[in-house]
Structures are given as structure tokens and as C-alpha cells.
């Protein structure tokens, strides 16, 4: 168990360094020069090799690769190569933490009607119920984006009036409703089907019909008992789509005109911003790789049964 | 575990008539009386002849424009009304919907049944470093978020295979490599590798570790036959049940990253149509998707009724195969 741990805690690090790689020569080698695109109608061949020595674009790739990371590592990703002068921090770390309040919110929708409806759903196996349950949650998830937004902005901005239709205020402002709706309301269908599988699951041990035949009442069954083991895969899945929320927040922001990461992600990729975007994808796979790591610790914890070779 | 499996997997009263014949039979007969599962079957059915048909099925040419008649409803001519170019809807759908058709159909070639397929099979059978090897690339891969890895690789990706495709359009005189949109379908083909491969090669590999030392394997290996051999006869048909189920969830989930790449420009090129590109044409890139809404609704709700068939009933079918291939969940 500790050799486990101990093994992955110490691969983790690799990871991240072999996914720096990948992010580097995709910037590296990505279309576009950096100079061309920071001294534009200034362009000159003598400024431009000033300006490549002075970034440091002459040395070896491998060279600007061990800068970068080392820089990364103590929190500088350089600066834009568009807004010029402004470090990469600079104009990330207010967006990130709007992306990550709007999704904190998403999150928090999802989660409060996807698990109760599965569990819901399970429960009321073998009646019209159930299937009503997975398919309208289904016919939500499908549903893009593109359509959910406009169609919220209009129910609830145009006809009914009791929200703004954008902008952004914070975590307890109302405008934040319909865009965490927009990103919330399609996960809920991950959450009911999950927890409705692990729930059929549950219901059909032995403990559950010794539990029942110990005459304990219903209710501390349904919770005690079937909610609280078919909770447990549920965490498997809440690391994925919470760093995966972060990301999936684009085309929202974007309707909602949120001033989070996703503007400036599209943005930059059209502007060959190639600083910015390099630090969004690797704060993303960071995100991702320590919500994987942290989950499968919390797995073991929360149910012993579990051990991990 | 063992003796309720067994349990579920007695035979039935119905089973009983359907004696002798092969498990896929089997699956499809349990299918047919899925009746959402059939019902998701023939929109999808429907909605990819549309897409493979639409050059018989056009009324207009795609990039046809006519300026005299433009943003009007539906009316006999143009049976989904007409852009702000003049270009006739209805033949911009299903043109669009061939673009979805070829993505999705390549991805799962080359993605899902080409990469994760092999590696999965190799990985579990052969274990050891091979098996290392290939599960630490697929955790670098999914160490990425998926949609900005996809819109990175697309833009980065693209004048690269741009200019590889002009170069060969030059030097061996094949021409409308460019024009026909192959560079695209390449571009996005390889953006979604990513997404595609790792999720089927870890189902198949789980699989085969586990029948790898399944009796019948076992006896296959001691009456001499080859690796190959086991691994097609033997391992490979016990692996398609549950790799159909997740391919099947999986294509919903490609179609709808393939109308977000087009719908950031990322995707196919313009002039050639896609269900991205006609939503994000109809609301300006989303910023006035409230005004298409109210106004010209068809535009907008033509192309987003056909994404949300299709993603609707990717994921019905999936749920109807799971009932079907996996007993104890019915």
C-alpha cells in the first residue's frame, strides 16, 4: 500500500515533466514566430535578432526547455507575447479564478440533482420512473451548449426578467445562475446513470437483506447502508470531471461574456499566444493529475476494503 | 460474485428457442426488443444515409449563393429557409452532416479500433514492459484536458499538414488534396486521436488480463497455437461486446468535439458546410445566439436538432447495448 503511494507520488513529477515536453514543442514548433508576432509592424531583421537573443530563442531547444520548466516551477511562465510587458501569471490568475469559482458553482448543480436522482431512479427500478429519469437526463446531455445558453438567456433574462443575460459579479452574485446552469445541467446526466448502476449494485448484496431482516428502519437502509457504498465509485469519476470542468467551460464563457480562462484561451490560440496557452494546458494537467492522485488516496481511506497493488 | 452471475446467466424460458446460435445473434435478438434502442438505431441510421447521400439529396450546391434571397424562412424552394448569403439551409445540413459522418467514422477506425484496439490487446497479453510502455503514454495523454489538447493540436497541427499536403499536391500532380477538405478531415482526425484511443485501449486491455488466463485460453496455449492465433480466435471476439458499448457512448462524445473544433474555426474550412460552423455562422460565434433565436430560429435550431439527435441517440444505443451485452445489469 505505502510502496503504491510512494510509486506514485514519485511518478507524478515525471508526468508532469513529460507533459511540459509535449506542451513546449507544440509551442515551440507551433505556427507562428514569437518575434515576428511581438515586434509586428516594427519588423526588422536586426531587431528581430535582438529581440531573439535577448528571449533567449537562439539556444538549443533543450536549453529553452530546462529554462522554461524551472521558471514554471517557481510560478513565472514568461510573458505574453500579445499584451506586451504582462507576465503570463499576471493574466491568468484572475481568470482562472473566476473559471474556477463558475465551475465550483456548475459542479455544485450538478452533484446536488445527479446523485439523488439516481439513487432516485434505482430505487424505483421496474417503473415507468426509472427509464423517465435516465432518458430526460439523457435528452439533457445531449443538448449542446449553443442551445442551452441561448435558450436560458432567453427564458430567464428576456421573458421572465429575474436575471441579467451576462456579465459577471462573483461566487454569490445572481448572474452566476445561468451560466453554472448551462455547464451543470448536462453533467447531471454522468451523475445519475453512475450512481444509479451503483446503486442496483448495492441493493442487490447480501448486507442490504441482512440489514433489512436486522428490521432497521428503511430510511438508515437507504442511507446508511445503499447510499453510502454507492457513493464510493462516484469519487472515481468526481476528480475527472471536476479538472475536466475547468476546461469545459469555453463556449459558455464565451455566450455569457465571463471574463474567465476561456476567452483568453481561444484567443490566444488565434493570436499564437503561445505563453498563455502553453500555461493553461499545463496548469490544467497539473489540476488533473494531483484531483487523480488525490482521489485514489481518498479512495482507500473511505472504503478499507480497497487495496491497491 | 461467481455464484450470482451464474444465477443471472441461467438459462431463461426465451433463451431455450434461441438455442445454437451465436452470441451476437443472441445480442441482436435481446436488441430488438429494446424499443428505444431500435428507435435510436434508425435516426442514427437516418441521419448518417443523409450525410453519406448528400450529393443526391442536395438541392442546391452548398456554397451556392443568392444574395436576392437571404435570411427568409422555409418555403418550397429552400425547405429550410436561407443564411445570410442566400445559401439554401436544408443542403447545408446535410452536407454538415457528412462532415460529422466522416469524422466520426474515421476516429473510430483509426482511433478506437486501430490504435486502442492493437495496443489494448498487446498490452494485456503481453504485459510487462510492453504493457508499462503503452499505459504510461496513455496516462501522459490523458493528463491533458481534452479540449484545449484538441483546439492546441488543431491550430498547431494544421499549416504543418497544410503545407505537407500542397507539396504532395506538387510533386505528384494529384490535385484538390487542399480544396476537398482531406487536409481538414487529417487535422481533426489527429486532434482526436487523444481523446479516442486511450479509453478503448484500457477497456481491452482489462479485458484480456483477465481471460488471458481463462481456462479455453490456457488450453489454446497448450495445444501449440500461436499467439496471433489466441489472440484473434480467442481473446478478440470475448473483447467486442463490451468495446461496441463504449464505442458507441464514444461516438456521441466525438461528434460533439467535431461541431466545437468547427465551431471555433478549427475544424473544417469554410466553404465546405459543418453543423459547427452553421451555429456558429447563425450566432455569431455565439455572442448573438439570443437574436438568431428569436428571429431566424431555424437557423439556429435546424443544425442543433441534428447534433442533439445525434449525440441523444449515440448514448440511448449505448445505454440499450450495455442492457444487452452485460447480463447483470439487466
Redesign the interface.
Known amino acids: 500500500m505505502l510502496a503504491y503511494m510512494v510509486r506514485r507520488l514519485m511518478w507524478t513529477p515525471v508526468?508532469?515533466l513529460?507533459?511540459s515536453i509535449?506542451?513546449f514543442v507544440?509551442?515551440t514548433?507551433?505556427?507562428g514566430d514569437p518575434v515576428e508576432v511581438r515586434l509586428g509592424q516594427n519588423y526588422t531583421p536586426q531587431a528581430a535578432e535582438r529581440l531573439r537573443e535577448q528571449l533567449g530563442l537562439n539556444d538549443s531547444p533543450a536549453v529553452q526547455w530546462g529554462r522554461y520548466v524551472w521558471d514554471a516551477i517557481r510560478g513565472d511562465f514568461g510573458d505574453s507575447y500579445v499584451f506586451q510587458g504582462r507576465s503570463v501569471g499576471e493574466i491568468l490568475g484572475p481568470r482562472l479564478w473566476v473559471s474556477a469559482q463558475l465551475n465550483i458553482a456548475a459542479f455544485t448543480i450538478t452533484l446536488i440533482f445527479g446523485v439523488p436522482l439516481g439513487f432516485y431512479a434505482a430505487k424505483r427500478q421496474g417503473t415507468w420512473r426509472d427509464?423517465a429519469v435516465?432518458?430526460t437526463s439523457?435528452?439533457l446531455?445531449?443538448?449542446?451548449v449553443?442551445?442551452i445558453?441561448?435558450?436560458l438567456?432567453?427564458l430567464f433574462a428576456?421573458q421572465l426578467d429575474w436575471v441579467p443575460?451576462s456579465g459577471w459579479g462573483g461566487f454569490f452574485d445572481k448572474r452566476i445562475i445561468l451560466p453554472a446552469a448551462t455547464i451543470g445541467v448536462p453533467g447531471i446526466?454522468v451523475f445519475t446513470?453512475l450512481m444509479r448502476?451503483s446503486t442496483?449494485d448495492v441493493l442487490?448484496q447480501e448486507y442490504i437483506r441482512t440489514a433489512r431482516s436486522k428490521g432497521l428502519s428503511e430510511m438508515v437502509v437507504n442511507y446508511r447502508h445503499i447510499a453510502r457504498n454507492a457513493l464510493i465509485p462516484i469519487m472515481t469519476i468526481l476528480g475527472f470531471t471536476f479538472?475536466?470542468l475547468?476546461?469545459?467551460s469555453?463556449?459558455t464563457e464565451?455566450?455569457y461574456?465571463i471574463p474567465g480562462v476561456g476567452r483568453i484561451?481561444?484567443d490566444s490560440?488565434?493570436a499564437r499566444d503561445f505563453p498563455v496557452?502553453t500555461a493553461?494546458?499545463l496548469i490544467?494537467?497539473t489540476m488533473?493529475?494531483f484531483a487523480n492522485l488525490l482521489i485514489d488516496f481518498a479512495y482507500t481511506i473511505v472504503d478499507p476494503r480497497i487495496r491497491l497493488q | 460474485m461467481t455464484a450470482d452471475s451464474l444465477d443471472q446467466k441461467a438459462p431463461q424460458p426465451r433463451a431455450r428457442s434461441l438455442k445454437g446460435r451465436s452470441h451476437f445473434r443472441l445480442a441482436f435478438a435481446r436488441l430488438r426488443r429494446k424499443k428505444l434502442g431500435m428507435a435510436a438505431m434508425t435516426v442514427l441510421s437516418l441521419i448518417y444515409l443523409a450525410g453519406i447521400f448528400a450529393p443526391v439529396l442536395e438541392t442546391h450546391g452548398y456554397s451556392d449563393t443568392n444574395l436576392l434571397k437571404t435570411q427568409e424562412g422555409p418555403d418550397t424552394e429552400n425547405f429550410l429557409g436561407t443564411d445570410r448569403l442566400g445559401r439554401d439551409t436544408y443542403t447545408r445540413l446535410i452536407w454538415g452532416i457528412q462532415t460529422t459522418v466522416i469524422v466520426t467514422v474515421a476516429t473510430l477506425l483509426t482511433g478506437a479500433l486501430l490504435l486502442g484496439l492493437t495496443l489494448g490487446l498487446i498490452a494485456g497479453y503481453m504485459r510487462g514492459a510492453v504493457d508499462s510502455v503503452i499505459a504510461r503514454v496513455g496516462e501522459v495523454v490523458s493528463a491533458f484536458p481534452d479540449i484545449l489538447l484538441i483546439i492546441l493540436l488543431a491550430a498547431t497541427v494544421r499549416p504543418r499538414v497544410l503545407n505537407w499536403a500542397r507539396s504532395v499536391e506538387d510533386g505528384t500532380g494529384i490535385s484538390g488534396l487542399v480544396s476537398s477538405g482531406f487536409v481538414d478531415f487529417v487535422v481533426i482526425g489527429i486532434a482526436l486521436l487523444p481523446l479516442s484511443w486511450f479509453g478503448t485501449m484500457r477497456l481491452v486491455r482489462g479485458q484480456v488480463l483477465q481471460l488471458r488466463n481463462a481456462d479455453y485460453v490456457e488450453a489454446a496455449r497448450a495445444m501449440g497455437m500461436s499467439t496471433p492465433r489466441i489472440l484473434f480466435r480467442h481473446v478478440l471476439p470475448n473483447v467486442i461486446s463490451p468495446l461496441i458499448v463504449t464505442v458507441s457512448f464514444g461516438m456521441g462524445a466525438v461528434a460533439g468535439t467535431e461541431i466545437a473544433l468547427s465551431f471555433f474555426g478549427l475544424g473544417v474550412q469554410p466553404p465546405r458546410p459543418s453543423l459547427g460552423i452553421m451555429i456558429a455562422e447563425a450566432t455569431g460565434r455565439g455572442s448573438t445566439a439570443t437574436s438568431v433565436l428569436t428571429q431566424h430560429p431555424e437557423q439556429l435550431l435546424a443544425p442543433i436538432a441534428v447534433v442533439w439527435l445525434l449525440i441523444f441517440s449515440w448514448n440511448i444505443l449505448g445505454d440499450a447495448l450495455t442492457d444487452v451485452f452485460n447480463p447483470r445489469s439487466r
Open positions: 508526468l508532469l513529460i507533459v509535449i506542451v507544440l509551442g514548433y507551433g505556427p427509464p435516465v432518458l439523457l435528452a446531455f445531449a443538448l449542446p449553443f442551445i445558453a441561448p435558450f438567456i432567453w428576456l443575460v446526466a446513470r448502476a442496483l442487490g479538472a475536466g475547468f476546461a469545459g469555453l463556449i464565451l455566450i461574456g484561451s481561444l490560440i488565434f496557452i493553461l494546458v490544467g494537467a488533473l493529475v
